[in-house]
């Protein structure tokens, strides 16, 4: 056996590489243990929070942090002057093993620095993969982490172990990798995803006639960018996440505000804040995007291409659209209810569920948990009082934000509390 | 006058209470699990033993009528153990029978309401559960793990802890209820037991652990404080999502 104080050292260098990966969801597979193995995958489990108040779902390593490759963002990059370390493959099976024994993870999620080349690194993670699946019968989580330029047949092998894959695009925009990653291509993460793509869709329909089909990535593809490092806006930055979930079906795409890590004059200096308010409101966008029924434009426009940071952008939706609303939410459709800032997608449900024993009213709502605080002045219920006054939009933005509720405030994370 | 209806305190001991509610016309009940009823000259009192059939014929004439996630809300909230949740599960029931159409989306209706407002708090105990049980190996390859739940979550946590952990031995202690479910590889029964307060808390139970449960605690607290990022501290949001009452049985807030 070797050295706990190695081992650990090891996993302290390792872990504090991988953690500005902001990605840490561990769902949307449905393994199942049907092989008296180890483990299962469901709906994700959080199983502590750091103290930073994400959630830790996964052991998130990265197999070494030696790179040959030299990005300005990264910790691990080559001219960066940092210990290094490197995990064997037994090692990372090892501690995915043990620590999923203890119920301490839903799984691992492993990327890597790059050493010697894409290959020799990306055969390396897949093998960890491999034998965690075929040695240890394991069903729980596994999200891989591609390495740009890999080859086909690697990314095919792993699609077969893994149950996600992520391509990071790093940069919103390609001007801004060039300037920050010059050894990396946006060509080089492009055509994996669209690589990825139709291997997922290949597979699934294969499934759907041969069920011993193998699965390939059942929980799909995720990205992730960097933001505020460089200058672009909301709008460059939805549109490219909005692309992504259509051109190549991903399923999340996850925003990370920089952290400040270096000096470098390409990037903002040491100590400036890490934009957490705009991480937070560009992931409300983007649930808008995928659960709400809301387009880009919507949200952000040309002429105002930046996300509010006072209000979510339900709420400033809203204020833009006065003209649509008060709805009646006795009357109205769920799309349009779900619209209503302070409802949620919950909340709408069960309106539309209790409207049709009992026309409700703001007791009703009160008591079915609706919060009317901020809903009150789009709606009307079954009730004469109602909002009279014909507020402008200021005026209604002053009244909510004087609520002073920190649940209105942003929240400063990922795994948000939504409107 | 209230009619004091004492029972043992099962799930199907309460079905079984609620099916003589109807059987002998009992208009005001009060339940009381039996252990703690005193009685008071003021009230008459009926006591239910448990009966396989009586319950099952009031579960199947639920079931007629609701749909399999309220049927899971009514035993949830049960298992709240809230002083006033027998009543408001005789009301939700009466509320049932006395209409024709399911009545388990009318919101506007006390009972109705506060079963789904308990159920999804006893659902949230039971995920929290899910996500803080934490293992620790002793030498006989026995998983065992100690919890203090707020709610009685062990009967809905096992079959997620038997799927996942289908090829390990393991046993769950809940400290407050005196009980544990305990897996052998086969079938998971439940076990009261007893253990000294020092072995509960899980504290030193280091002369019967595995040679290498310190080391992986040690490297779990090691992940835990390396994937911090310090930038970013949000103590309010840390502890919103951990409350300090699970802590003691967590190794990696035991630093
Ligand atoms: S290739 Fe990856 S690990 Fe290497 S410097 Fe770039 S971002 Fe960092």
Known sequence: MISEDRIREKLAILADAAKYDVSCSSSGSKRKNDNKGLGTTGNGICHAYTEDGRCVSLLKILLTNHCIYDCAYCVSRKSNDIKRAAFTVQEVVDLTINFYRRNYIEGLFLSSGIFSNADYTMERLVLIAKKLRTEHRFNGYIHLKTIPGASDELMKEAGLYADRLSVNVEMPTEKSLQLLAPDKKREDMIKPMHYLKEQIVQHTEEKKLIKATPTFAPAGQSTQMVIGATPETDLQILGMADQFYRRFQLRRVYYSGYVPISNDNRLPALGTPVPMVRENRLYQADWLLRFYGFTVNEIVSPDAPLLDMDIDPKLSWALRNLQLFPIDINQADLQLIKRVPGIGIGSAEKIVAARRFNKLNWEHLKKMGVPITRARYFITCHSADFERRDLTPVAIKQQILALGNSKYSANFSPQLSMF | ?255
Request: aromatic letters at 14%.
């Open chain 2, 1 to 255: 006058m209230i009619t004091v209806v004492t029972y043992d305190g099962s799930f199907e001991g309460l079905l079984t209470a609620v099916f003589e509610v109807y059987e002998y016309k009992l208009a005001e009940v009060a339940f009381s699990r039996s252990s703690n009823y005193q009685d008071t000259i003021f009230n008459t009192t009926h006591q239910v033993v448990a009966s396989g059939d009586k319950c099952r014929r009031v579960w199947k004439g639920l079931e007629h009528k609701l749909s399999a996630k309220a049927l899971g809300d009514l035993y949830k909230a049960f298992l709240s153990e809230q002083p006033d949740i027998d009543n408001v599960l005789l009301d939700y029931i009466r509320h049932v029978f006395a209409n024709t159409v399911s009545v388990e989306q009318d919101f506007s209706h006390p009972a109705v309401l506060r079963v789904v407002q308990m159920a999804r708090m006893v659902h949230r105990e039971k995920h929290r559960m899910e996500a803080f049980v934490r293992f620790q190996l002793t030498r006989d390859h026995l998983y065992y793990a100690v919890v203090e739940p707020d709610f009685d979550v062990l009967p809905l946590i096992r079959q997620h802890f038997q799927d996942r952990y289908a090829d390990q031995l393991w046993l769950i202690y809940d400290a407050r209820r005196k009980y544990g479910i305990y897996y052998d590889k086969e079938s998971v029964t439940t076990v009261a037991m007893h253990f000294s307060e020092e072995v509960a808390a899980g504290k030193d139970i280091r002369s019967i652990q595995d040679e290498q449960e310190g080391l992986y605690q040690l490297l779990w607290q090691q992940y835990f404080s390396s994937v911090n990022i310090l930038a970013r501290k949000n103590t309010r949001l840390h502890i919103q999502h951990m409350p300090r009452r699970y802590w003691k049985y967590l190794p990696e807030k035991l630093l």
